[in-house]
């Protein structure tokens, strides 16, 4: 259940971020030339969304930079990791052939392929490798370390004897990361387009290279590594410097 939990969540995570960048970036599309504003709240919905529906079954990693960073530091299982990480993948490239399907006729009219490209995977507005994996490695240090700490505050909360954990744990937390993702990307988004998650980089560009997108471009496999190396530095430093402050308990 956790794993298919894993697949669902990562696949509503694509399906509504990267939705929301095929219809800022499409032509005829309705929400065409709708701005950064516009795909970083998408983004941030879409991970709120994510981890409504599955953060009971799995935790709602949704991300190996997560997952593995919660396993570095003991809070996961490494036995859980391979599966977890392969239902992630997975559910990335489930989520981007519906995005795929959803704007279908918006493809062939769409010259662009630099921004077809765009609506699978990242790229940086200034390639300089060295400097888009610190970015990459910043913007994830803080997505791991932010939601370590929204999960801190889930603790002992009472109101006239009630406990009200779980009801920030399950009810709140979902929209305090999703929150989380929106400011990263108004902060961070700029230089990279705050891949902060392998598989929703990777996955992505998996299925942008295999589905027959007119007018395509390569899939830019020479700048893949950084989504995907990054984010995993990342998020094992921000669940390290986590561990080390002790703020955890």
Do not use: C
């Not at 603790?155 to 400011?183: C, E, H, K, M, R």
């Not at 990777?202 to 471009?217: E, S, Y």
Request: aromatic fraction near 8%.
């Amino acid at each position: 259940m956790e794993y298919l939990a894993e697949f669902i969540g990562t696949a509503i995570l694509v399906l509504l971020g990267n939705g929301v960048v095929a219809g800022v970036l499409l032509a005829k599309s309705k929400a065409n030339n709708g701005g950064w504003i516009v795909i970083t709240l998408g983004w941030g919905m879409a991970v709120m969304v994510a981890a409504y529906v599955t953060g009971q079954v799995s935790g709602a990693h949704l991300n190996p930079a997560l997952t593995l960073g919660l396993a570095s530091i003991g809070d996961f299982s490494w036995a859980m990791v391979p599966g977890y990480i392969t239902a992630q993948l997975a559910g990335a490239v489930m989520g981007s052939v519906l995005v795929y399907l959803a704007y279908l006729p918006h493809w062939r009219i769409t010259e662009d392929a630099d921004a077809k490209l765009a609506v699978f995977s990242t790229a940086p507005a200034v390639r300089n490798a060295p400097a888009n994996f610190t970015t990459e490695v910043i913007g994830t240090f803080m997505l791991v370390l932010g939601i370590l700490g929204i999960g801190a505050n889930s603790g002992a909360i009472t109101q006239d004897n009630v406990d009200l954990s779980a009801l920030f744990s399950t009810g709140i937390a979902p929209l305090l990361v999703g929150l989380l993702v929106l400011a990263i990307g108004l902060s961070l988004g700029g230089p990279t387009g705050y891949a902060i998650n392998p598989a929703r980089d990777l996955g992505p560009r998996i299925a942008h290279f295999l589905l027959p997108i007119p007018g395509k471009r390569d899939s830019d496999w020479s700048y893949a590594w950084i989504p995907v190396v990054g984010p995993v530095v990342g998020g094992v430093l921000g669940a390290l410097v986590w561990k080390l402050t002790g703020f955890g308990g």
